[in-house]
């Protein structure tokens, strides 16, 4: 897993090839959620989430230009961001064209997120309250 992130990889037909197992966790998918038969998408996702992701693969998939979106979503209930990214060819061992998802950890208190931004960067937490006003 990198820095606590899920991942899912969708092909350039957005059927879900590949699901690292902190994604898995935080979709709350059963055991036996099958890889390229089911719509990951409706069954984790709010119907306004599925509807912003749904158009962000379509941007991705047909514009050039624009290699990535970034979307506040709710997963499960639950408010999250999730990043979604054009794949070509190869990257985090997946030799495929299509798309990224990366799923950052649930959107808590500020407090929460300072004291994560504190710990990935070595900061105390007064920085971190500092670099969050100005850079957030």
Do not use: W, Y
Request: charge should be negative; charged fraction near 25%.
């Amino acid at each position: 897993e990198i820095l606590g992130v899920g991942l899912v990889f969708f092909d350039n037909n957005n059927k879900v090839t590949h699901l690292s197992e902190l994604a898995k966790s935080r979709l709350h998918l059963p055991r036996e959620f099958m890889l390229m038969e089911e719509d990951l998408i409706s069954q984790c996702f709010g119907p306004d989430s599925q509807t912003k992701i749904r158009q962000a693969l379509h941007q991705l998939h047909t514009n050039q230009t624009q290699p990535e979106i970034k979307l506040d979503v709710l997963i499960q209930g639950a408010k999250s961001s999730i990043m979604l990214q054009k794949l070509e060819h190869s990257a985090f061992g997946v030799h495929t064209d299509g798309i990224v998802m990366f799923m950052f950890a649930p959107k808590h208190d500020d407090e929460l997120a300072l004291n994560d931004v504190a710990r990935i960067f070595g900061l105390t937490k007064a920085d971190a309250c500092h670099r969050e006003r100005h850079d957030g």
